[in-house]
């Protein structure tokens, strides 16, 4: 199905920009939608538990209530979708047990050979400091948004990585708090404005020899 594109990933990143006016006519085809959701779900997470969950919303009341909730940036509501990703604020055993249990089947080993790794994975979480917990799981998702913007790219699908909003108000619309999850960070998506003069800025990045030091 995307024979067709380029894989020019270099070529495809400096076309991307964050993107500030979108065309709220133009929105993201169901297969395109399908991708960008299977870039994100391939990321790699740390043990592979995927501790954060992605909302896409395109329900435009509820983008309203999320505009409101973001200083009123105006891509809240033109863009396509908005990929709001809300990292779990805890690590139950409980979740480390599915996932080995769908690891189990998927790799189709008995889950007792499995019992030992989970073991391990249980207690390098019971490791760690309670407060750090939250913030390692919020690093896992920010992995994803970024894996989002290159699959957008890819597809010419313009977006805006934002962390300009108000994390409360969205716990509170999103219903994330009784599941243990919270927004993180988040991810307009949707299609360039003619209108929109950040497109025409020239992007302004770090020489490699200083971002980059060789031993
Ligand atoms: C974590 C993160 C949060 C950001 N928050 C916002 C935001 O709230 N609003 C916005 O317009 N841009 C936001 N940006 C976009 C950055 O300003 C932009 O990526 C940066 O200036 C580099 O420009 P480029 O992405 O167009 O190459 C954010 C980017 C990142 C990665």
């Known amino acids: ?118 073991n391990y994975m249980k207690g390098s979480v019971a490791g760690r400091p309670e407060e750090t917990i939250e913030p390692w799981n919020k690093r896992q998702a920010y992995i994803g948004l970024g894996t989002l913007l290159a699959a957008a790219a890819e597809l010419k699908i313009d977006a805006c990585p934002m962390e300009g909003f108000e994390v409360g108000e969205y716990d509170r619309i999103l219903g994330l708090t009784d599941r243990g999850l919270t927004a993180t960070v988040i991810a307009p998506v949707g299609y360039r404005s003619e209108e929109d003069a950040t497109q025409h800025r020239a992007k302004v990045r770090m020489p490699l020899d200083v971002m980059f030091e060789e031993v």
């Open 1 to 118: 199905m995307y024979n067709n594109i380029r894989m020019n990933l270099i070529e495809n990143l400096k076309w991307r920009y964050a993107t500030k006016r979108f065309n709220p006519d133009r929105k993201v085809g169901a297969d395109d939608l399908r991708y960008l959701k299977e870039a994100v779900n391939l990321s790699a997470t740390s043990f592979g538990l995927q501790p954060y969950r992605v909302i896409v919303v395109s329900d435009p009341d509820v983008q309203e209530q999320l505009r409101a909730a973001s200083y009123n940036q105006p891509q809240l509501t033109e863009s396509s979708h908005v990929f709001v990703f809300c990292a779990m604020t805890d690590m139950p055993a409980a979740h480390i047990d599915t996932y080995v249990d769908r690891a189990a089947e998927v790799q189709q080993v008995p889950r007792e050979q499995l019992n030992d790794f989970a």
